[in-house]
């Protein structure tokens, strides 16, 4: 599971990067602060999966401990995305087969 895992944080951030979502500078440190889920006080969507999701899931896996198990960022990725003007399936599809692959549980995508 977790080279399936390294390879579908790989295509989230080339995504990113393809979408121009991918930030060379970090945001302040008190953005990341947050308690809020997803930081979404604080954070866009593309700032928490580059700067708190990716580092987290990358550390857990380096360091060999358990992944969680349960995890559901694609519903707020759908709802994030809504009017982007950029394509963003490949993105949401890359989120939804993260989800599926740590929860082992189907995500029901958006038509």
């Excluded at 979404?40 to 198990?69: C, E, H, I, K, N």
Aim: charged share 15%; hydrophobic share 45%; with cysteine.
């Amino acid at each position: 599971m977790s080279a399936t895992v390294h390879h579908l944080l790989l295509t989230i951030e080339n995504e990113l990067n393809t979408l121009g979502w991918w930030q060379d500078e970090p945001p302040p440190p008190g953005a990341l602060q947050s308690t809020q889920p997803f930081c979404l006080d604080t954070l866009s969507l593309p700032q928490w999966l580059q700067f708190v999701l990716l580092p987290r899931l990358r550390d857990l896996l380096a360091a060999g401990l358990p992944l969680p198990a349960r995890i559901a960022v694609y519903p707020m990725a759908t709802e994030s995305m809504k009017g982007a003007p950029e394509e963003t399936s490949a993105l949401l599809e890359a989120i939804a087969q993260l989800d599926e692959t740590l929860t082992g549980l189907p995500v029901e995508r958006e038509a």
